[in-house]
């Protein structure tokens, strides 16, 4: 799949998380419309995965870390066929299969149950090594927040990664400088990521995480580094999209209102 042809699905799925954001009321949709572009290049292009059978043993494992942005996820799942695209409209509603954060015990697709942050890379470590250990050829890549490298078991999980030689392991940043509440240089500011992850032994690119190029390039198979795990710094925004989102982070956790939701879709519109 093409570059733009990527993009036109990216934005699609934007519209339709956004909307069900605002029909339920809630939802962390800045942090969502960071990471879709990333989402859409592996769920597209990248994964070797197949819808009609989501527990195939050889398919590639996707951990989305940063759980908070499942209905992000949802929608990419629901577009690549794994769950039917009008469940999409149940999310957070009473029974509801689609909560606030992944559970792989309900949604087809879904690796790992995620949402406490720091636990995503922990549990890609131990399916790249059980891999290795299968002499297996499947992937696994995970997608974490940069405000979530904070938590010292993400470090824990490089040290064992490069330790391991797990060049099947690929850690994705979404490295959109903003948390809940502040900025990430406010909190506890552990960027700059590459040299820190080089000097644990990862080999390490960044790039553009809206660039579609760039990320389908960056996570092709002919890209991996022999020996090493890989982390990609993915440069995004939050909000991204959307005019009055991006780089506010107000907007972590926030809902719009009916006249900022149909700005917002006006604009996702114009982008397509």
């Known amino acids: 799949m093409t570059p733009s042809e990527l993009r036109v699905i990216a934005n699609h799925i934007r519209r339709r998380d956004l909307q069900a ?4 009321g809630a939802g962390h949709i800045g942090g969502e419309m960071s990471v879709t572009d990333i989402l859409t290049a592996l769920y597209f292009r990248v994964l070797n995965i197949d819808p009609a059978h989501p527990d195939a043993p050889d ?5 989305l870390s940063k759980g908070h942005t499942a209905c992000a996820l949802y ?7 794994f769950i039917p695209k009008d469940e999409i409209s149940t999310f957070l509603k009473p029974h509801s299969r689609l909560n606030g954060h992944p559970n792989r015990t309900k949604v087809p697709g879904v690796e790992a149950n995620t949402g406490p ?4 890379l922990p549990i890609g ?19 974490t927040g ?16 490069a330790q391991f030689n797990l060049d099947n392991l690929t850690l994705i940043i979404d490295h959109n400088r903003l948390q809940q509440g502040a900025r990430l240089a406010d909190t506890n500011d552990v960027a700059p990521f590459a040299p820190k992850l080089e000097a644990f032994g990862w080999a390490v690119e960044e790039i553009d995480g809206h660039d579609m190029a760039a990320i389908s390039a960056v996570l092709d198979r ?10 990609i710094v993915a440069h995004t925004f939050k ?16 809902v719009p209102s009916a006249d900022q939701y149909k700005q917002a879709m006006r604009e996702l519109e114009e982008a397509l």
């Open 21 to 24: 954001v605002f029909e339920a």
């Open 59 to 63: 398919r590639d494992r996707l951990v």
């Open 75 to 81: 929608v990419t799942l629901a577009e690549k066929g």
């Open 117 to 120: 942050l720091g636990h995503g």
């Open 125 to 143: 470590v131990g399916m790249a090594m059980a891999a290795k250990l299968d002499k297996a050829d499947w992937r696994t890549f995970v997608v």
């Open 146 to 161: 940069d405000g979530e490298m904070q938590e010292g078991s993400n470090w824990e999980a490089i040290m064992a990664a």
């Open 222 to 231: 002919g890209a991996i580094t022999p020996g090493k795990p890989k982390c």
């Open 239 to 254: 909000g991204k999209g959307i005019s009055f989102m991006t780089d506010d982070v107000a907007w972590h956790h926030k």
